[in-house]
């Protein structure tokens, strides 16, 4: 499975957008990008998944860029409930046993 | 439905130990599988288990191994603990676990310090 790169951190104002960044530049044409969430102190909670078209949900969108490469997620309007570490995770689909999930980006929403 | 749980909650353990840990799924649900996460790795995969089968596995050693029973609960077994060890030990169920997008259930998890 590809690895991917994200920031440790980042700030964002409640009521904003969040976007969140990641790349994967060693991705393969049959993986997919998903991206995860955990709350502190719970198990992480499936977001959105994509393999080349950007994708939108009840909870975000996923913009994935022409060559694949890297990936944004973005909170529409970030509330503080959205605080958590995020994780950005490639792998082909029904492989997501297998990977390691990383550190991800911390994202702390402010008042 | 009642979550997903695990057992014990915490666990202090030596070097050179060996421990198991339990993990419940939710009522109905067949594919277990166990992470482990620490600050500085993240979250890791270890291997997941369907209907008494170890389906799938992480980049783990062979010190590390689980098993299914025939009513779905699983049980993790660390063999001759390390320090690097000490994490938290995540179990999640889902009902067939074959799709990244299937919803996984996570349980509380096991604190495990390896002394």
New interface residues.
């Given amino acids: 499975d590809a690895k991917t790169t994200q920031p440790t951190s980042m700030d964002c104002a409640e009521g904003r957008a969040a976007n969140l960044p990641c790349n994967h530049s060693t991705i393969s044409g049959n993986e997919?990008v998903?991206w995860y969430r955990?709350i502190h102190?719970?198990?992480?909670q499936?977001i959105i998944?994509g393999l080349k078209n950007n994708e939108t949900n009840e909870m975000a969108s996923l913009i994935i860029t022409e060559d694949r490469k890297s990936s944004t997620l973005i909170l529409p309007h970030a509330t503080l409930r959205d605080t958590a570490v995020y994780?950005c995770i490639v792998?082909v689909?029904?492989?997501?046993?297998?990977?390691?999930?990383?550190?991800?980006t911390k994202l702390q929403v402010i008042p | 439905k009642a979550g997903v749980t695990q057992t014990p909650r915490y666990l202090i353990k030596t070097r050179g130990q060996q421990v198991t840990l339990s993990c419940s799924p939710i009522s109905g649900h067949r594919s277990v599988?166990w992470?482990q996460q620490t600050?500085?790795?993240?979250?890791?995969?270890l291997?997941?288990y369907f209907s008494e089968t170890q389906?799938?596995?992480?980049?783990f050693p062979g010190r590390f191994s689980g098993r299914q029973f025939s009513n779905s609960r699983s049980e993790m077994n660390v063999s001759t603990l390390e320090l690097g060890d000490s994490a938290l030990y995540?179990c999640?169920s889902s009902s067939q676990?074959?799709?990244?997008?299937d919803?996984?259930?996570?349980?509380?998890?096991t604190r495990l310090t390896v002394l």
């Fill in positions: 997919y998903y955990q102190s719970q198990g992480p499936y998944h994780y792998s689909s029904g492989g997501y046993q297998k990977v390691t999930f990383g550190t991800g | 599988s992470y600050p500085g790795q993240g979250l890791q995969f291997f997941e389906r799938n596995k992480g980049n995540l999640a676990g074959q799709s990244f997008t919803t996984q259930y996570f349980g509380p998890g």
